[in-house]
């Protein structure tokens, strides 16, 4: 499970190359929250590729495998984020929350839908007879 924790590393670069795309081409012209909704589904195509290269190298051994891969990874998502919202940007608790507000359109929870079924889906996709 090290490994897989580890890994999440790389995911967290291609999230960092995710934002500085939003950042650099398309938010000025669709502004902050547009921007975000858009981030999210980018975010989801671009990390898609290291997770398929992760899953390759090092593929997984059973669907519960995958499972507690996935919901590590939406851990470690969760504790990053968190730490940079709430500690790091000492910005109140509330604004890590709203970023998981569907009802006021954000899409973050279906980034974290993605990382969190994207192992089973590739073991899936992988093992298919």
């Known amino acids: 499970?090290?490994?897989?924790?580890?890994?999440?590393?790389?995911?967290?670069?291609?999230?960092f190359v995710n934002a500085a795309i939003r950042e650099l081409t398309y938010k000025e012209?669709?502004?902050e929250f547009l921007s975000h909704q858009?981030?999210?589904f980018t975010g989801m195509i671009l990390l898609s590729l290291p997770i398929w290269l992760i899953l390759k190298?090092?593929?997984?051994q059973n669907s519960e495998q995958a499972v507690r891969v996935g919901l590590l990874w939406v851990l470690l998502t969760e504790v990053f984020e968190f730490s940079m919202i709430v500690v790091w940007s000492k910005k109140p608790i509330s604004v890590f929350?709203?970023?998981?507000?569907?009802f006021q359109g954000e899409l973050w929870i279906l980034f974290?839908?993605?990382?969190?079924?994207?192992p089973f889906l590739?073991?899936?996709?992988?093992?298919?007879?």
Not at 1 to 15: D, K, Q, R, T
Request: hydrophobic share 65%.
């Open 112 to 118: 974290l839908v993605w990382i969190g079924t994207a």
């Open 122 to 129: 590739f073991y899936r996709f992988f093992n298919r007879l």
């Open 57 to 60: 190298l090092k593929p997984l």
């Open 1 to 15: 499970m090290i490994v897989y924790a580890l890994s999440w590393f790389l995911l967290l670069i291609f999230a």
């Open 29 to 31: 012209a669709t502004g």
């Open 38 to 40: 858009i981030s999210v």
């Open 97 to 102: 929350f709203h970023a998981h507000d569907v």
